[in-house]
Structures are given as structure tokens and as C-alpha cells.
């Protein structure tokens, strides 16, 4: 009992306050009527009002100890710009009932490698990630032998279209990068132009360093790079973006991976921008615009992952618009497929609710691609 009390400082409180009450009750009635008062006292016919008046010390008890934690609590409590906060005496830790065995953050390197191997497409990209992941695992085995190993730039340049995987490879390679001790988190930072670039002299630097080390220990993805040396980027505030992004890199290259991505002709063009920059990008890996088929497949999918049917004969109609779309100013790979997808659930949800006998809820029909072909 006395460890159990020990134990329980809520419990021993209550206990302790309870006793204290009936004793000084019973001090009170043998004062007031003597000894032959305590002995008339306990008796069964008085046992309903002696366990009701137990009762009501207990809830007295149980109320006051309430009350004088809130009051502590109360006490103890700063005003602060986001709200309360309580002193760091009153914080209680929970208390962990059962630990799992393994606990994973994320993916594993395998199941990044697993879910890549999957996406459609992308062969070239993948024989490059093979080559990284060789590397890597070569220096591993070098090291743990004991020889020699000279660090290799690991910031790359992703060269491409819009639409063709760049951000999910990026994603895939910090997961494979944690799995093989490279980096320590392995998560992905994603910034464009917009995130960087601030509006007046002097904030930019400040502002690229504190977007530099939230992805310390993970990737940074820096989409349309280009856009930091764009000719309306007045006062050289891209070219101070740059030269900060420079510095950082060169302080933690062993904490930070930089990916620039966006396509590949002004991808020159950045690169080109200080003298610097192609030394730190020593590996590119150009991703190329998927096939008809590849996007066909990509349509289909995305239509059965999100538990529908796709339309029957739907080949020359899709390929149709693939050709056509393609060229157009907007023209975004897989997002747009995305798109189309989105569309044809629209031009679904229209035509059941003027016929709902036309077709089942999970069925997309040739009637909803074309409609969903008018809309793009």
C-alpha cells in the first residue's frame, strides 16, 4: 500500500486529505460528548449517514486537492505572443506503455528503390540512379576497409519538361540517402524563385540561408532555377540568391544536397550565371518527355487508383489529344493526364446526375473522355 501511495502522489493526497478530515471528526465528537459518544457512534443503524458522511469528505477532499492544482497551475502561467505556456516544473511526461521494436522513419532506402522501379517510364533516370546508388555503396565498402575514399560532389542538376517525375525522384533519393548514411534525415525542401528572392537590397542572402538550413541534412530542390537569373530580377538580388546558395553549399556539403531542376536549355543558362555553379552540379540527369503509351498507362493508373474504370477502346481518342495537346503552352506531361483524369470524373458526375442508369458510379465511358477533351 505505502508503495503504492509512493507511486501515485494523486492518490496518497486524496487518502491523506480524507484521514485528516475523519479525525479531526472523531477528535470533535469525543471532545463534545465524551468517550461513550464515539462508542454509540459506530453502531449499525448509523452506518447509511457514517458511509454518506464518508462520502461527502472524500468529494471535499477530491474538490480541494482540484482546486489547489489549478491555482498552481494558474500561478504558474506566462502570457506569451501564441497563448499560456506553463512553467516547465508543472509539464508531466506520459507514460510509455509498450515500445514498438522497430521504429522507421518514412520509407526505407529499399522501398523508395521499390516504389521507383515501379513508376512507368523513366528508364534513363533510373540507370542514373543505379550509377549514384553503385557509387555510393562502392565508398561504403571502401571506407569500412579502410582505404582511401575522396568525396564526391553529390548536387546534381535535374534537366527536363514539366510533368516527368523530377520532384518524386528527388523525394525517392533522400529516402535512399538516409538508408545509406548519407544524409542524416534524408527529407525534401522544395523552393522556387518566389521563395527566395526578397523584395528589397540585403533581405534576400538572410532569406535563402534560413530556407538553406530548414533542408540541412536533406535535399534541397530548387524548381525553374533559372528564374534566380531572369533579366527582370532587378538590383541582382538573383545573383545575390546565387552567390548565398554557393556559400552554403561549400559550408555543409556534407550535411546538404542541392537539386536544381527546370528545363534543360535555361538550365544552361543558370548554370552559366556565375563560375562556381557547373563545378558544384557535376552530375545532370535529364528526364524526358513521356511516350503516348507511357501516358496512357499513366491514365490508367491514375484512374484505378482512385477505384474507377477506365473508358473501353479509349486508345485513339487519348493518343488523339496526347498529339494535340502536346504542343500547347501549358503542356505538363503526367499533370496533365492528372488533369484530364479530374475532368472525366466531372464529366461523370454530370451525366449520371442527368441519367443515372447510364453507366455504374466507378465507370468512366468514351462520353466523359470527350467531354473532358473539350474542357482542356
Known amino acids: 500500500m505505502f508503495d503504492f501511495l509512493q507511486r501515485n502522489q494523486t492518490a496518497a493526497l486524496i487518502v491523506g486529505m480524507t484521514a485528516a478530515s475523519l479525525l479531526t471528526a472523531l477528535i470533535f465528537a469525543g471532545v463534545a460528548g465524551g468517550a461513550g459518544a464515539l462508542s454509540q457512534l459506530f453502531t449499525w443503524a448509523n452506518m447509511p449517514k457514517l458511509l454518506t458522511a464518508l462520502a461527502i469528505i472524500v468529494a471535499?477532499?477530491?474538490?480541494?486537492?482540484?482546486?489547489?492544482?489549478?491555482?498552481?497551475?494558474?500561478?504558474?502561467?506566462?502570457?506569451?505572443?501564441?497563448?499560456?505556456?506553463?512553467?516547465?516544473?508543472?509539464?508531466?511526461?506520459?507514460?510509455?506503455?509498450?515500445?514498438?521494436?522497430?521504429?522507421?522513419?518514412?520509407?526505407?532506402?529499399?522501398?523508395?528503390?521499390?516504389e521507383l522501379d515501379a513508376m512507368i517510364g523513366l528508364n534513363s533516370v533510373k540507370a542514373e540512379v543505379n550509377t549514384l546508388i553503385a557509387r555510393l555503396q562502392l565508398e561504403q565498402k571502401r571506407r569500412a576497409e579502410g582505404k582511401k575514399v575522396t568525396g564526391l560532389s553529390?548536387?546534381?542538376?535535374?534537366?527536363?519538361?514539366?510533368?516527368?517525375?523530377?520532384?518524386?525522384?528527388?523525394?525517392?533519393?533522400?529516402?535512399?540517402?538516409?538508408?545509406?548514411?548519407?544524409?542524416?534525415?534524408g527529407h525534401l525542401i522544395v523552393a522556387e524563385t518566389k521563395d527566395l528572392i526578397k523584395g528589397y537590397i540585403g533581405q534576400t542572402a538572410g532569406n535563402v540561408?534560413?530556407?538553406?538550413?530548414?533542408?540541412?541534412?536533406?535535399?534541397?530542390?530548387?524548381?525553374?532555377?533559372?528564374?534566380?537569373v531572369a533579366e527582370n530580377n532587378t538590383a541582382s538580388f538573383g545573383m545575390d540568391a546565387i552567390n548565398t546558395l554557393l556559400t552554403f553549399m561549400e559550408n555543409y556539403r556534407d550535411r546538404v544536397i542541392v537539386i536544381v531542376a527546370g528545363y534543360s536549355q535555361p538550365m544552361q543558362k543558370f548554370l552559366d550565371a556565375n563560375p562556381g555553379l557547373r563545378g558544384r552540379f557535376a552530375k545532370t540527369i535529364e528526364f524526358p518527355d513521356y511516350a503516348p503509351d507511357e501516358l496512357a498507362q499513366i491514365m490508367i493508373a491514375m484512374v484505378k487508383a482512385q477505384d474507377f474504370v477506365p473508358p473501353e477502346n479509349y486508345e485513339?481518342?487519348?493518343?488523339?489529344?496526347?498529339?494535340?495537346?502536346?504542343?500547347?503552352?501549358?503542356?505538363?506531361?503526367?499533370?496533365?493526364?492528372?488533369?484530364?483524369?479530374?475532368?472525366?470524373?466531372?464529366?461523370?458526375?454530370?451525366?449520371?446526375s442527368r441519367d443515372p442508369e447510364s453507366s455504374s458510379t466507378s465507370q468512366l465511358t468514351l462520353a466523359d473522355l470527350d467531354s473532358a477533351i473539350a474542357a482542356y
Open 209 to 228: 540561408d534560413k530556407i538553406c538550413e530548414s533542408a540541412l541534412d536533406g535535399i534541397l530542390f530548387i524548381d525553374e532555377a533559372y528564374g534566380l
Open 154 to 185: 553529390q548536387h546534381m542538376v535535374f534537366q527536363g519538361p514539366p510533368g516527368v517525375g523530377k520532384t518524386v525522384v528527388a523525394h525517392a533519393l533522400g529516402d535512399i540517402y538516409r538508408g545509406l548514411g548519407v544524409l542524416k534525415r
Open 60 to 114: 471535499g477532499a477530491l474538490t480541494s486537492f482540484l482546486a489547489m492544482r489549478l491555482a498552481l497551475v494558474y500561478a504558474n502561467v506566462n502570457a506569451t505572443a501564441e497563448g499560456p505556456a506553463v512553467a516547465t516544473h508543472q509539464l508531466r511526461l506520459l507514460r510509455i506503455v509498450a515500445t514498438p521494436a522497430i521504429v522507421e522513419q518514412g520509407r526505407t532506402a529499399q522501398q523508395a528503390l521499390d
Open 316 to 352: 485513339e481518342k487519348f493518343n488523339a489529344w496526347v498529339s494535340a495537346a502536346r504542343g500547347r503552352i501549358g503542356w505538363a506531361n503526367a499533370r496533365s493526364v492528372r488533369q484530364l483524369v479530374e475532368k472525366m470524373r466531372e464529366a461523370q458526375a454530370v451525366r449520371l
